[in-house]
């Protein structure tokens, strides 16, 4: 458990180095005039169509749980 603990505590460094940048020079690709938009279309609009268009394909086979105990 030290183990996993320690590599998940550097792959966190390690992401902070590449996440902080792009959250700062994000918005600054837009001009200021369009900016919360544009990253509220970024993160939105293109997050939300991925994840729920995966999510719709998975709907059909999900099985109804009516009627049988909780466990």
């Given at each position: 458990?030290?183990?996993?603990?320690?590599?998940?505590?550097?792959?966190?460094?390690?992401?902070?180095?590449?996440?902080?940048?792009?959250?700062?020079?994000?918005?600054?690709?837009?001009?200021?005039?369009?900016?919360?938009?544009?990253?509220?279309i970024?993160?939105c609009?293109?997050?939300?169509?991925?994840?729920?268009?995966?999510?719709?394909?998975?709907?059909?086979?999900i099985?109804?749980?009516?009627?049988?105990?909780?466990?």
């Amino acid at each position: 458990m030290p183990t996993v603990l320690a590599v998940v505590a550097v792959l966190g460094a390690v992401e902070a180095f590449t996440a902080v940048p792009n959250i700062v020079m994000l918005p600054e690709l837009f001009p200021q005039t369009i900016r919360v938009t544009g990253m509220s279309i970024v993160y939105c609009c293109v997050g939300v169509s991925i994840f729920v268009g995966v999510s719709l394909l998975a709907l059909p086979l999900i099985r109804e749980p009516a009627g049988r105990p909780l466990d």
